[in-house]
């Protein structure tokens, strides 16, 4: 009995902790932070208007609206084109790079600023995986039809 209320507590701390933050989507802003989209807990992506303009699947495969494949992104946190040649990559700092190692920017990890390799504001994407930010910034998965 002591162990299943020990175990009963410890489900509710993680619920707690855990559940209502990945509930909520995260909003995308760009520089004059004007809501510029926004990414659901589920990897939806969605524009500024609510519509969808993209998935990042949970086996890291980036598709635009269409479902088409148009990128990934392994556990290394490289990102890939549709026939996986490398785009670049995101270093644990938040630092972006091409794939010839040039430095294209970087994303604050606390406060969630996103700015370029001189230094300039492209937007703000707090709470969501440097990855996908990476993704939808510097590599404009979703900005175009693919």
Known sequence: MKTLMRNMILLAAMVAAFGTSNAVAQTLRDANYNIVGKIA???TVRNSEYGAVGFFNNDGTIANAKNKKVGSIDGKMQIFDKDGGRLGYVISNGSVFDNNDV???????KSGLVTDS???????ANGIPIQRVAAYFFFDFFKTSK
């Open 118 to 124: 001189d230094g300039e504001k492209l937007g703000y």
């Open 103 to 109: 430095l294209l920017g970087k994303i604050d990890i």
């Open 41 to 43: 807990p589920n990897g």
